[in-house]
């Protein structure tokens, strides 16, 4: 087999694992995987201990595909902003939209669709208590590179805060969570800045 023969090979392979990959969004399906590893990884540890016992509730991912709130799993929780979505939620395996913490979302790069372009990063309004008990930003971004390098996507983009549709539509308080939630955590998880197109960037494995 010749040279060009392989990498048309191994690109088809990758093809078609990443398209099955998404597939799993269309069917509101859980994200099984050892979550814990994630939310011990992540967890602050205060010095009262006083997250351990919300950290031992049953947690789990949900992934959807779709925007806004058209979604039997994620209903009224988050106002989805990209075309697939994982949400973290605090009761395991129930449509329970009072359950929903927080999600990430992106789009496909449409031209090799080897590329994921994330465009939300957001935490439920109300559940700040819980959601202060651990890095929840990074560890959504971590899901989501995890996730992405297992399925053959090459790169994963994170946009500025600044470049986000709601940005400049509330106040500096705002601006100051959001700015948090892309720029900060894209940076503390390792990712580069490409001056070209004004966002953040991991090359993966």
């Not at 009224?76 to 697939?84: F, H, I, T, V, W």
């Not at 999600?103 to 959601?131: P, R």
Request: aromatic content about 16%.
């Amino acid at each position: 087999m010749t040279v060009a023969l392989k990498k048309l090979k191994k690109w088809f392979i990758n093809y078609r694992k990443r398209s099955n990959a998404l597939k799993q969004f269309s069917n509101n399906s859980c994200y099984d995987i050892d979550l814990k590893l994630y939310l011990d990884k992540f967890f602050k540890f205060f010095p009262s201990n006083e997250g351990d016992n919300e950290l031992k509730q049953d947690f789990s991912l949900i992934m959807s595909s779709g925007t806004g709130y058209n979604d039997a799993w994620l209903g009224n929780g988050p106002y989805r902003d990209a075309s697939y979505t994982i949400a973290l939620y605090k009761s395991k395996h129930k449509k329970n939209v009072s359950g929903y913490l927080c999600c990430i979302g992106f789009d496909v790069q449409k031209v090799t669709k080897s590329e994921i372009v994330v465009k939300q990063i957001q935490g439920s309004f109300g559940k700040e208590g819980l959601l202060r008990l651990f890095k929840w930003e990074r560890m959504m971004l971590k899901v989501l590179t995890d996730w992405a390098s297992q399925n053959g996507f090459k790169k994963i983009w994170v946009i500025m805060a600044k470049n986000s549709f709601y940005y400049n539509r509330y106040g500096e308080d705002r601006k100051k969570r959001m700015y948090m939630h892309y720029d900060i955590t894209a940076r503390r998880s390792g990712f580069s800045f490409d001056e070209t197109n004004k966002q953040y960037f991991k090359v993966l494995d």
